[in-house]
């Protein structure tokens, strides 16, 4: 079993930048391709960012693209996502994902999530 927490969320202006990081508790964290996804109050959840066990590739929303980047230091067990040029369309509660299978289609593992909040 893996746990999730998510630090690194707060209050920023628009076009700002923040760094969630999402630390994961256990031995086998480089077992796992880890995702970012983020619910927006009134909206589903959606999907942001993917990264492989290896980090040799990564996946974007196409909202995202250009802006955020997921990367993951295995010996720390920790999984960040870089956001930059930050909008009022990026608030959100941010959550972080491991996926056991590795092929982005479900996700086993979830975070308590981290509140970013963008203001214009």
């Known amino acids: 079993q893996v746990q999730l927490v998510e630090s690194g969320g707060g209050l920023v202006q628009a076009g700002g930048s923040l760094r969630l990081s999402c630390a994961a508790s256990?031995?086998?964290?480089?077992?796992?391709?880890m995702g970012w996804f983020r619910q927006a109050p009134g909206k589903e959840r959606e999907f942001v960012a993917r990264?492989?066990?290896?980090?040799?590739?990564?996946y974007y929303a196409d909202s995202v693209k250009g802006r955020f980047t997921i990367s993951r230091d295995n010996a720390k067990n920790t999984v960040y996502l870089q956001m930059n040029s930050l909008k009022p369309a990026d608030t959100a509660v941010y959550y972080c994902?491991?996926?056991?299978?590795?092929?982005?289609?479900?996700?086993?593992?979830w975070g308590q999530g981290t509140q970013v909040t963008v203001s214009s």
């Open positions: 994902a491991a996926d056991a299978g590795g092929r982005g289609t479900r996700y086993d593992y």
């Open positions: 256990g031995r086998t964290f480089s077992s796992y391709a």
């Open positions: 990264i492989r066990r290896s980090g040799g590739s990564t």
